[in-house]
């Protein structure tokens, strides 16, 4: 591109967007995209709400930023009350950053600091999954399980081990049922914790619904009962990542309600601000907050935005139209309507594998071949072919490769906003459909790049 920006791909074409309207984004030559992955699950209330953008202005005329280490501001009291006042105990403290990537590296840190002050500074060994993303900044990565993104960079990685996600088209046996599969998912955890040393594990880390990597692949029932156990049983902290799935894109403000647990730490991001501001979240568990506190005194990190008043106050206009608004019980029913047509659409599909998801985030997996669930030559760059024709069809989803393993496998991930409306996700679906057909029926393109979130 001309110009002097770095892009994300310096070698992709990107419409400008000059104005986001409702479900739709604009770009300068006046074309309109139908934003159903909220690019990458972000904008979870479309691209115009008045309340969000109103609260955001009318604080900036108050005050724009007061640094955290000098003062308090009303917008992050307010937020972090309005957070705690719908999270179930022992969650009982907020800590703010600027998005996704910063909250697990508070989270990382603050689980191996709780252990310091708790006398047991020999626990320095994370578990996460394979197939996960949980940020690019170096502690992110290095938690996070997706071996493209982590390869170059492995020399700069703190060593963290993998086990198996939760990935039932691909993981589950046949005729293993449901909680075979999450015992023995369960098992191979234990097995981890064990080989480290119990007393050597700071943290297990997965993501609640598997979001970029995997293609919003919700857990099997009880999976998250079996690792919480054998978390408890080791003394090891459960931090799940819901950057992504949280904040009421599953239906539930927190993706964990489902489960019938809760996390020691959780962290959120995306849907927190909306798109409207940058801003991102520790959610931390009372026990946590008062065993720093009474040791040190202090949490030993810290950013020069964190708490920005003005990404508060918009996040906290967020919760309000979620709560009050209502925008959160329509997660549930449209998810609904969503999936039907989706099945309707895609069911029978030669090309599509799975269809799985939960509340307003979904996943279609594109296979070679259903019966066998091959997937597509990697060098055909299935994924990047869809997004670019999506594009060229007015469709912003969100489609990756390498679901299997890093390298093979394609999926499309699906996260419109809570204020679509149906003939939208009719229009979601046709779209999808063209999109994927031609990118199908074209012949392979290697000038296409991967998107990354
Ligand atoms: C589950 C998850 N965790 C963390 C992140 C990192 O967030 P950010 O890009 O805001 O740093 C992402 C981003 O896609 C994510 O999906």
Redesign the pocket.
């Known amino acids: 591109m001309t110009g002097h920006v770095f892009h994300r791909n310096p070698l992709d074409r990107y419409p400008v967007a000059v104005r986001g309207e409702g479900a739709y984004l604009i770009d300068r030559e006046g074309k309109r995209y139908l934003d159903a992955s909220g690019g990458?699950a972000v904008s979870c209330l479309g691209h115009s709400d008045r309340a969000v953008i109103e609260a955001i202005q009318h604080q900036l005329a108050k005050l724009a930023f007061a640094h955290t280490s000098f003062f308090s501001n009303e917008p992050m009291e307010a937020l972090a009350d309005a957070l705690i006042d719908f999270a179930p105990a022992p969650l009982d403290r907020v800590y703010f950053v600027s998005?996704?990537?910063?909250a697990?590296e508070a989270a990382l840190k603050l689980a191996r600091q709780y252990f310091v002050e708790k006398g047991e500074p020999q626990r320095r060994h994370v578990i996460a999954r394979r197939q996960s993303?949980?940020?690019?900044t170096l502690g992110?990565l290095a938690v996070g399980g997706n071996q493209w993104r982590r390869k170059q960079f492995e020399p700069l990685l703190v060593d963290v081990t993998h086990v198996a996600p939760c990935y039932a088209y691909r993981g589950k046996r046949s005729g293993e049922s449901d909680e075979s599969y999450a015992e023995r998912l369960a098992a191979e955890l234990e097995a981890e914790i064990r080989g480290l040393g119990a007393d050597t594990v700071i943290a297990f880390v997965a993501?609640t619904v598997v979001?970029?990597t995997l293609g919003a692949v919700p857990p099997v029932p009880g999976y998250f009962k079996r690792v919480r156990e054998v978390c408890d049983r080791h003394g090891v902290l459960l931090i799940l990542?819901e950057?992504?799935c949280g904040m009421g894109r599953c239906g539930t403000l927190w993706a964990f309600e489902a489960e019938g647990i809760v996390p020691d730490l959780v962290?959120i991001?995306?849907g927190l601000g909306a798109g409207y501001q940058p801003i991102?979240a520790v959610m931390v568990a009372q026990g946590i907050y008062d065993t720093v506190v009474r040791g040190s005194g202090f949490f030993q990190h810290g950013h020069t935005y964190l708490g920005h008043a003005a990404a508060c106050a918009g996040a906290l206009a967020v919760q309000r139209r979620l709560h009050e608004g209502g925008l959160l019980a329509r997660v549930q029913p449209l998810g609904a309507k969503l999936e039907a047509r989706l099945r309707a659409a895609f069911g029978a599909h030669p090309n599509v594998g799975d269809i799985r998801g939960r509340g307003l985030f979904w996943g279609v997996e594109l296979v070679a071949d259903c019966a066998s669930k091959k997937p597509f030559d990697p060098h055909l760059r299935v994924s990047a072919r869809v997004k670019k024709e999506a594009m060229a069809a007015g469709l912003v989803c969100y489609p990756m490769g390498g679901t299997i393993d890093g390298a093979r496998g394609d999926h499309i991930l699906l996260a419109p906003p809570f204020i679509v409306e149906e003939p939208q996700l009719d229009e979601l679906v046709q779209k999808l459909e063209r999109a994927i057909s031609a990118a199908l029926a074209g012949a392979p393109q290697t000038e296409l790049h991967e998107s990354m979130?």
């Open positions: 990458a998005g996704g990537s910063e697990m993303y949980h940020g690019n992110a993501e979001g970029a990542d950057v992504m962290t991001a995306k991102g979130p």
